[in-house]
């Protein structure tokens, strides 16, 4: 027997112009054998003790989360760092970064926004407001996956947690680098293989600030999901260069955009980048019970689990998930998506924190994953390019993805 | 697991006599069958939609029987001639046996109409990360031959196959198991000299 999965990837899913953008097998790691393993082995005596038998949930060793990243490189690069260079240059004109003006907006910064120039990606320009992650000054090639992967790349640290290159600003925008300080991180954001959601609430995710600024800038330097329509989104641009920052004004970039990110919208996603099932989508339940089909949108809420009718036969399950378009134009400023992962409860680690039920909580979710499958592309899903004359620019364009991750046992 | 996109479940089947003397004779050392029960149990399981409880996804029994079958595939789901009451696996056994429906070929029937033995939790072993070991032990009382040759029309009838089930996976009200693993073994005739001891481990 074996156990395999694929995943479909598709827009306008559901309508006549429905399209199916990516189809492929995945990979099943050797973290999909410990969940099942740690059932199997985990005593049934457990359900004899009162605050214990929580532990015995069937939920407590199921899929519950789905992650988004890309290549390693791409984690020192993009709005990574060129918002780190649109800081730097924003401070150098005095400004503070310093306490909110408003959802979304930062005190004197020049753009309170993820950036990117074009000077810094030699060729990231796909038409005029397009942004390319796959510039020719690199190639983007996510690491090749392998059965004992526990997260989805090795190394997403940032550039500013590898001193010999910050120091020197290497990828950066070539301004003067003022030196202010270096941001900070809590150390369970650090290294995590794929994107990271701080913009959810930076002081949450253990961000300090950069010397003399408040931390509410050094969110952006993360990324890299935009926050959600109750606070405003958050803005994205594409400059040529930092010059084109201008103290009070509107800065003069090729295109910028504000995206609203769904995720954050409706708090599917947790600090740490883990997309989580439905929890708690409103409006579900009724009389009737609780129906599918009833409810086209609500992978909007987050994962959701079915099977098929004939799913004892054929074994297959299916995690289907919305990333919205204000999801995937702001993570595109950050690299796009290259990597995807499925990630059961960890409940041995989960175990070390308190004992279940583990209620989703996005800003402080104690749950702990165990990669349990992964895909990586050689396109980047939140790909866009400036179609012809008279439509809307690129990045002013995106469209939702609809994403079908199906196992078969 | 293999360096392939799937993740390849399979198992190993060893099983020795133990004579009263602490004596160990291997007489049988092999592959065995994951039957596609397995994926019917953990697709309830990811699902969400059958027990909410572990317990009933554990390989918490089995059934050994005495018509094995040569060419049994993963489509496989029940035992060809499974010992089928309490006296044939034999009442001073060292384990439980119990009755319980079996979910065969997809349909559950509604009646109990099968009888397990029951693998006591010490005797699941986690050998690594993704690997567990059943031991099941026949011990010198329990399934001898003289309990069920007389049903199977002669005499010296022996054991030949094994399998192991899933307790409840669909969360039945009355347990509902299912084939999980397979194996036809060589024929051994069981008597009071000796225990069996049936080693299978599993590898996800």
Known sequence: MKIRGKVEVYSDYGTKDQKLVSEDDNLIVDGAGEIVVNMLTTTPSLSGIASASAILDTSNYTIQAMTFGKDEEGYKRHAHTDTWSGLDFSFSKGASGGTEAGPGTYKDLLFSGAMVFVSANTNPAGGVSSYFPSGSSYKIMPRAPVSTDKKLELNSNPIWAETYISANNYYASPVTWNNPGLPAFGSSVVNRGHNLNTLLHSSGAGMNPIAGTSYQSTDLLVGAYPRGVWSGGTSGGIFNDVSELLPRQDPVGIASATFVGNFNTVSSMDLLGHLGQVYQASGVVGSGGWHLEKHPNIQYSGIVVSGSADFSSTGEVAYSTVIGAGDLGFTNFYGGIYNIGLWALDIKESLKVGVPPYIWDPISNVRKYKLFSKKSFTKNLAHIQDKASGEKAGILNYKDLTLIWRLYF | ?204
């Open chain 2, 1 to 204: 697991m293999n360096f392939t996109e799937e993740l390849g479940v399979v198992g190993h089947l060893q099983i020795a006599k133990v004579y009263r003397d602490k004596s160990e004779e291997i007489v049988f050392d092999d592959h065995n069958v994951i039957v596609s029960g397995l994926g019917v149990g953990l697709a309830n399981m990811f699902t969400g939609s059958g027990a909410d409880n572990i317990i009933q996804y554990q390989f918490d029994r089995f059934q050994i029987g005495v018509s094995g079958n040569d060419t049994a595939g993963s489509a496989i789901y029940e035992l060809s001639g499974p010992l089928s009451s309490i006296q044939e696996y034999g009442l001073a056994t060292n384990f439980a046996v119990v009755s319980a429906n079996q979910i065969k070929n997809g349909t559950v029937t509604t009646t109990v109409d099968s009888v397990f033995g029951l693998i006591p939790f010490k005797n699941v072993t986690r050998i690594d990360e993704t690997s567990v070991r059943y031991t099941i032990i026949l011990d010198e009382d329990t399934a001898n031959n003289t309990s069920y040759s007389g049903r199977w029309g002669g005499t010296d009838v022996t054991l030949t196959e094994i399998g192991l089930f899933m307790k409840n996976p669909a969360g039945y009200a009355v347990d509902g198991s299912i084939l999980v693993a397979y194996r036809k073994f060589t024929q051994i005739l069981k008597t009071s000299d000796f225990s069996l001891v049936f080693r299978w481990t599993i590898n996800f």
